[in-house]
């Protein structure tokens, strides 16, 4: 019989941009997480949710939308990144639902029992103020020149636009403060996989004494 997890732990991890946090979800999912991608999800709630789309537009435009209704990523980013207000703007219209959504979802994970974690891959944890809500917080660091260096490559930023998005977040030095558990992606892929496994087993111990805490509960 396949084994039931009734009170899955609640992970966040968080970073920056380009620090390695959907490749440390990444290796979650393999070992048998359930991984929630926040940026997959406001992606979704913006191309579905209608009310979203209209006040998206009315705030910043149609032309972020095309003929067909598609969200240009790129026009939305660069009026979104361009000062603190029109980044505050765009936060103001799509956090509140997709807080909602995270939610839902993190219910529907539990609810199935089927996995021990269920995380949830966010950059925005602290600035959204919704750390409150995980068992644990995982931060996923590395130095800025570094996380810059990565991003380009992924997907060709450039200098400018990396740095506008950095300066709507949090520095990942106070980040790393705050979380229960801080993985350093300073080096390889490899060496990234052997630490998130080792913080992986713990929260996989702390997950078992949960599950015994709780086990009364009907
Ligand atoms: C403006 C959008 C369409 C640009 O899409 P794009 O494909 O270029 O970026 P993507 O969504 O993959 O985000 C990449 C990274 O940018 C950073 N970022 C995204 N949104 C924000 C924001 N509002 N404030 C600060 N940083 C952000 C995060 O580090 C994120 O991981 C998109 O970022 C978006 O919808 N943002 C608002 C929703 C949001 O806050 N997402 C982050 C969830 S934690
Ligand atoms: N240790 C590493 N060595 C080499 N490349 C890496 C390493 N860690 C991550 N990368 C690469 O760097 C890029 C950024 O990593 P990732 O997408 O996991 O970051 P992120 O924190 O989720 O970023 P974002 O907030 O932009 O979504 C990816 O292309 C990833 O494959």
């Given at each position: 019989?396949?084994?039931?997890y009734?009170f899955?732990?609640?992970?966040?991890?968080?970073?920056?941009?380009?620090?390695?946090?959907?490749t440390?979800?990444n290796?979650?999912?393999?070992?048998?997480?359930?991984?929630?991608?926040?940026?997959?999800?406001?992606?979704?709630?913006?191309?579905?949710?209608?009310?979203?789309?209209?006040?998206?537009?009315?705030?910043f435009?149609?032309?972020?939308?095309?003929?067909?209704?598609?969200?240009?990523?790129?026009?939305?980013?660069?009026?979104?990144?361009?000062?603190?207000?029109?980044?505050?703007?765009?936060n103001?219209?799509?956090?509140?639902?997709?807080?909602?959504?995270l939610?839902?979802?993190?219910?529907?994970?539990?609810?199935?029992?089927?996995?021990?974690?269920?995380?949830i891959?966010?950059?925005?944890?602290?600035?959204?103020?919704?750390e409150?809500?995980?068992?644990?917080?995982?931060?996923?660091?590395?130095?800025?020149?570094?996380?810059?260096?990565?991003?380009?490559?992924?997907?060709?930023?450039?200098?400018?636009?990396?740095?506008?998005?950095?300066?709507?977040?949090?520095?990942?030095?106070?980040?790393?403060q705050w979380?229960?558990?801080?993985?350093?992606?300073?080096g390889?892929?490899?060496?990234?996989?052997?630490?998130?496994?080792?913080?992986?087993?713990?929260?996989?111990?702390?997950?078992?004494?949960?599950?015994?805490?709780?086990?009364?509960?009907?």
């Amino acid at each position: 019989m396949k084994k039931e997890y009734r009170f899955p732990l609640l992970v966040a991890i968080t970073g920056g941009i380009g620090s390695g946090q959907t490749t440390v979800a990444n290796f979650f999912k393999k070992w048998g997480a359930w991984v929630i991608n926040a940026d997959e999800k406001a992606k979704e709630i913006i191309q579905k949710d209608r009310s979203v789309k209209r006040i998206l537009a009315q705030t910043f435009g149609k032309e972020i939308f095309n003929r067909q209704g598609k969200l240009n990523t790129q026009k939305l980013a660069a009026l979104a990144f361009k000062d603190e207000i029109s980044t505050q703007k765009l936060n103001q219209i799509v956090h509140p639902r997709m807080v909602a959504y995270l939610i839902e979802e993190l219910e529907r994970a539990r609810f199935s029992r089927k996995y021990p974690i269920v995380a949830i891959d966010a950059a925005l944890i602290y600035e959204i103020s919704i750390e409150q809500m995980f068992d644990a917080v995982v931060t996923v660091y590395a130095p800025i020149e570094l996380r810059y260096k990565r991003v380009k490559q992924r997907d060709g930023m450039t200098r400018s636009d990396f740095f506008a998005r950095v300066n709507k977040q949090i520095p990942l030095e106070e980040k790393r403060q705050w979380a229960d558990f801080v993985i350093d992606n300073s080096g390889s892929l490899d060496e990234l996989e052997k630490q998130s496994w080792a913080v992986y087993e713990k929260l996989l111990n702390m997950q078992e004494k949960k599950e015994r805490q709780l086990k009364h509960i009907s």
